[in-house]
């Protein structure tokens, strides 16, 4: 066959396509390089359609509401789920069956544990989340069927008390262990809880210290380990709350709210709890343990407590000593425990006359803990060319607190201060400061000095004419 005859692959109508198609993509391209082959309408008309925003397809929409969907489904339900559950649970175990044995009864909050611990097993690696879930679930409610042996009960299936507390502690001590295996902050703050609620358990002084004791220790660990600051956080607050209501009777477990009668050397779990707390890498939280002082203090006044009031104070002073000697300095915490120290003394002041005890001593530890930390803290706070200018500072603000208050131990801690202000200018100032600064610093302290002079000559004139 002649080949001439044979049809040519791309007939006219189609090479016309072609060629229209690589036009327009050579135009694209064209006005996308801004080059001047096409129109100025045609390029600026091509601009605008590259520029337009892509509004959202009706499928993304969809993807979004699914996925919304799913996170309510599959997290929050689960959340509210396991919290429906424990609560019947516990309800169930509480609720008394006249027709159950205690033993069988009991025997159901535990069967509800197994079943719990099952399932988390089983979805593990299917629902991870819901697995983590119930888990959590099983060991909150494997305590709760434990203290209901003994406690809160007019049957109990354990009649001796230390045989259930020693159950407690078990049962806490598994939950700190799983804590540590699954590196979990929120099983280690439910361990931490737990821990508490068992000292408060033991209702007794010999029990409920210590036990607060060894549970701020294993918190610290976990700090130390796997830093766990929320847990640590949460313990501190725990920790001072359960020996103050220990201090008013346990009023937890039914007891009257009242002070206990004697002090059964809680001063020394005190003196123990400041110096496990003092092991924070974290200066902020001796913040939370100064102004736990001023509620203590606060609650120990209100229920008449000498025990509590005296307990309180050398409380605060333990800590204050252990921020000095083992934290560095930071602004807020210095700040918060002036703050304290003079709110305390304050408020010792003002209600002396619910304490049938001298509380002066006590004023004056405050005040000498203010004393000493405001210019610490300013030491640190301001620049060094400045700190005798903050010192003189300070010393003007105790005489004026001294003119407020009518009180003249305002004027002595002003009077103190000047004198430390004066050491620090003619020993530091004068050796370091440049000349300007050093010019500035004497003339300041001669200024306050000449000035609070004249005052005090006023004030002696002023009573020897009367």
Do not use: C
């Not at 409920?208 to 501190?236: C, D, E, G, N, R």
């Amino acid at each position: 066959m002649n080949q001439a005859n044979e049809p040519h692959p791309l007939i006219p109508e189609e090479l016309g396509e072609t060629l229209r198609r690589l036009e327009a993509r050579l135009a694209r391209i064209e006005a996308y390089l801004q080059l001047t082959l096409l129109g100025e309408a045609e390029i600026k008309e091509y601009r605008e359609r590259l520029e337009a925003p892509i509004s959202p397809s009706k499928e993304s929409e969809e993807e979004r509401e699914t996925a919304l969907e799913r996170r309510i489904g599959e997290f929050w339900l689960a959340r509210v789920g396991i919290v429906a559950l424990l609560v019947g649970t516990a309800f169930f175990i509480a609720y008394p069956i006249a027709i159950l044995p205690p033993l069988v009864h009991s025997s159901i909050g535990y069967f509800a544990v197994a079943g719990l611990f099952f399932f988390s097993r089983v979805w593990r690696v299917a629902y991870p989340y819901l697995s983590r879930i119930l888990f959590g679930g099983g060991l909150i409610l494997l305590y709760y069927a434990t203290l209901r042996l003994h406690f809160f009960t007019e049957h109990p299936v354990i009649a001796n008390k230390a045989v259930a507390l020693a159950g407690l502690i078990a049962v806490v001590g598994v939950h700190f262990y799983f804590a540590a295996r699954r590196k979990s902050g929120l099983l280690t703050g439910i361990a931490v809880f737990l821990g508490y609620v068992t000292a408060l358990m033991g209702d007794a002084a010999h029990f409920t210290l210590p036990m607060v004791a060894v549970t701020a220790a294993v918190t610290i660990y976990f700090l130390m380990k796997y830093h766990f600051q929320t847990a640590v956080l949460l313990s501190v607050v725990l920790a001072y709350l359960a020996h103050l209501l220990w201090l008013l009777g346990n009023p937890v477990l039914g007891h009257p709210l009242q002070a206990v009668a004697e002090h059964q050397n809680n001063l020394v779990y005190l003196f123990i709890y400041a110096a496990i707390f003092a092991r924070f890498e974290t200066p902020q939280y001796f913040i939370w343990l100064g102004w736990q002082s001023l509620l203590v203090i606060s609650t120990a006044i209100w229920f008449r407590s000498k025990i509590v009031v005296l307990a309180n104070t050398l409380i605060y002073l333990g800590i204050f000593l252990a921020y000095l000697i083992l934290a560095p300095s930071t602004g807020g915490v210095n700040a918060s425990y002036a703050i304290v120290a003079l709110l305390s003394a304050r408020l010792l002041n003002w209600k002396t006359e619910r304490l049938a005890l001298k509380t002066e001593l006590m004023r004056n530890a405050y005040l000498a803990s203010a004393f000493v930390i405001i210019p610490y803290g300013l030491y640190h706070a301001v620049p060094k060319n400045y700190v005798s200018l903050s010192w003189l500072g300070a010393a003007v603000f105790y005489f004026i607190m001294s003119l407020i208050l009518k009180n003249k131990k305002y004027r002595w801690m002003a009077i103190l201060t000047i004198f430390l202000a004066v050491i620090y200018v003619f020993v530091v100032d004068m050796a370091r400061l440049e000349a300007g600064y050093r010019i500035l610093s004497f003339l300041a302290l001669g200024v306050v000095l000449l000035v609070i002079s004249l005052l005090y000559a006023r004030s002696r004139k002023q009573a020897s004419t009367r």
